[in-house]
């Protein structure tokens, strides 16, 4: 019976389901018992490692596993702290889930066609509200309104910049 070991990996080859990152990640997760402290991990994971804004690439291979673990000790704490009702209708931080996503939806309307600005929204909006943290119900309704607001302003837009604009507006610099 043929082996399915990869006769050209070597003990030191990075496992793409085990490595020291993970393990150490499980432990300090594991330990989170503060609901206010892991949605502050969180967000701050998310500002590091996650989307196109992201400040590292360190823990790409990581990253998404990472931050799933995260928010299912979130959730965990969540879940633990609110019941029925307030756990459809509550932000993890406790606030109204209706509030804020009334909050960002005015964000979004005084931008106006200011895609840049939409598209700053959109990102600090995953980042501080992404489901758990978030109700899924509220979450997605202000995701969806985001993006709509977003493909509209980016369809007319592009269509009317020539090329050399929309790397202006982008600060893009052309490597040949």
């Known amino acids: 019976m043929a082996s399915h070991i990869n006769k050209f990996a070597t003990e030191e080859d990075r496992s793409l389901y085990t490595n020291p990152a993970r393990v150490a990640w499980t432990e300090k997760v594991n330990a989170m018992?503060?609901?206010?402290?892991?949605?502050?991990?969180?967000?701050?994971?998310?500002?590091?490692?996650?989307g196109i804004m992201r400040k590292t690439y360190e823990k790409q291979f990581d990253s998404l596993w990472m931050e799933a673990q995260l928010e299912g000790k979130l959730a965990q704490l969540k879940s633990a702290r609110f019941k029925g009702k307030d756990l459809?209708?509550?932000?993890?931080?406790?606030?109204?889930?209706?509030?804020?996503?009334?909050?960002?939806?005015?964000?979004?309307?005084?931008?106006?066609?200011?895609?840049?600005?939409?598209?700053?929204?959109?990102?600090?909006?995953?980042?501080?509200?992404?489901?758990?943290?978030?109700?899924?119900?509220?979450w997605l309704e202000g995701d969806s309104f985001l993006s709509s607001k977003l493909l509209t302003i980016r369809s007319n837009s592009t269509s009317k910049s020539s090329l050399e604009e929309l790397r202006e507006m982008r600060k893009v610099r052309v490597v040949v």
């Not at 503060?34 to 502050?40: G, P, V």
């Not at 209708?89 to 996503?101: I, K, N, Q, Y």
């Not at 005015?106 to 995953?126: C, P």
Request: hydrophobic share 40%; charged share 30%; aromatic share 6%.
């Open 33 to 50: 018992d503060n609901l206010e402290d892991t949605i502050a991990e969180l967000v701050a994971f998310r500002t590091e490692h996650i």
């Open 88 to 138: 459809l209708d509550r932000c993890a931080c406790g606030t109204s889930a209706d509030g804020v996503l009334k909050d960002w939806m005015a964000k979004a309307e005084a931008a106006k066609d200011d895609l840049l600005a939409l598209e700053d929204l959109a990102i600090q909006y995953r980042r501080g509200f992404k489901p758990p943290i978030m109700p899924s119900n509220h």
